[in-house]
């Protein structure tokens, strides 16, 4: 009997199937398979994500085999995902303080990648209104959709619900900034294991150890599944693919006052009479905003050294 279902974890081998809700009841849940030999041979690698078609051979056991791949709408590096919707990226508005570089960046990667993405702040409930208010300005100054939220006292969580119904969502963001706790409640069957923040370092625990994915169990406006792909915390993101002279484009904010600097190909770094440095000083464009985009220009041009995070062995 062959299914349709979507890979949702991979590990030593196997890769976990989830045939969704919509399947007949007797076929419904998750299947171990493996994948078949000829993907070797053709050197395709199945992803958490990916839509596939599989055989059941042991029903008891819940166990079957991949027999195809189906055709992807997209694949991300990292994290190693494939057909993702939308993301939804999470920093903490305090205790961590957001890492506006790395939120850039990975605002940068997505744009190139052609993902929408939803930014929550999470820890409302420690945060001062002021914080918020510039936050929410910020970010939809450049086009995301942003909430507000804490999902400890689960404040507007439900707003995000009507957002992910129908819809894979990669779920990133540093650690400690309250992942687990938003997948908890949207899957609590999940029962992700809670960090604690490290009162020497300032930074979460990382809880996850491998991509996966949850199908969202709380209640949807939309009679189809959804899911939420997981992924482990990161620290760093290497852009790649972007010329520094491209990078203006990536920063949408920056568009309505480019017609007005004095030199055509302007990129807002050295240049005189640039109308995106003026909006800068008088506020019309985060100041924040541009710092990063300064630092992640030199970094693409090679004047800024890339530190990346090592990893123990």
Known sequence: MALQGKIVKGIAGFYYVDTGSRVKPHAAGVYACKAKGLFREQNIKPLPGDNVMFEITDDKDMEGNITSVLERKNALIRPEVANVDQALVVFAIRE????????????????????????CFNKQDIAETQEEERLRKTYRACGCDVHVISALEENGLEALLPLLAGKTSVLAGPSGVGKSTLINYLTPSAGMEVGDLSKKIARGKNTTRHTELFRVERSLPLEEDAYIIDTPGFTALALKDIAAKELHAYYPEFSPFEEDCRFAGCVHINEPACAVKDAVKDGRIEKKRYETYRLLHDELAGTRPVYVKKVKK
Do not use: K
């Open 96 to 119: 961590p303080d957001p890492n506006f570089l790395l939120l850039d960046r990975f605002l940068v990667m997505m744009q190139r990648y052609e993902i929408p993405v939803v930014v």
